[in-house]
């Protein structure tokens, strides 16, 4: 037996990058997956590769979508006991350039959505005294970055969300915790590469240099990394690591 053998997880962007990362390893491990998010088809693709796992279309920043997918999550595979918020988005620009509407879209999926899963998600972890929430912050929520205010506001406000939760849940067997990986090899750093190429004329290899340039190994992190991360935070053996930002950067923070 597994050591989530039969939890019920559910992973917020989970069709695909990181996300998808995540399911695979903790089905792996004998979880039964829920994958939540806007793109249906991708999620059931994903979905049907992992076995014991279904598919719930669900815009995280609707409080009403996001209760009821969690709602239709629980009536196949009942309690949930694992969450893993990896929904979000990045756009970049200059703070003068930066619209409020773009700074309340980054806002409302990378926090908002945050708050709203998990909020969904304790009720269960609370009855049952144990759960595990991990957040996808990111290197952006534990330091300054030019050009991404909004997503650099959106990833600390996660960080403050996880750390305060972590000390509402300390005492009930449920830790809290948030994983801040650098540039990572999905399709979102693959976009922000082609803006800067489109923007500064530069090659696809300059441009990825200048996104690496700070980490010290000097390197995209990849998705499975992120994952085993995660996977480590939800398996026993951790139940003291709680409020946690755990960088995932090649040493970029210290």
Known sequence: MTS???QHAVVTGGGRGIGAAIASALAAEGAKLTLIGRNQAQLQDQA?????AQAIRCD???????GAAFAEARQTFGPIAVLVNNAGAAESAPLVRTSLELFRRLLDVNLIGTFLCSRAALPDMLEAGFGRIVNVASIAGVKGAAYVSAYCAAKHGVI????????????R???VNAVCPSYTD??????AISNIVEKTGRS??????????????GR????????ATVLWLCAPGTDAITGQAIALAGGEVM
């Open 4 to 6: 989530l053998h039969g």
């Open 48 to 52: 049907a590769m992992l076995g014991t």
């Open 60 to 66: 995280v920043t609707n409080e009403g979508n996001v």
């Open 160 to 171: 403050g969300l996880t750390r305060a939760l972590a000390l509402e849940t300390a005492t």
């Open 173 to 175: 067997g449920i830790t």
């Open 186 to 191: 999905t399709e979102m750093a693959r976009r």
């Open 204 to 217: 696809a290899a300059e441009a990825e240099a200048e996104l690496v340039r700070m980490n010290p190994q």
């Open 220 to 227: 995209l992190i990849r998705p499975e990394e992120v994952a």
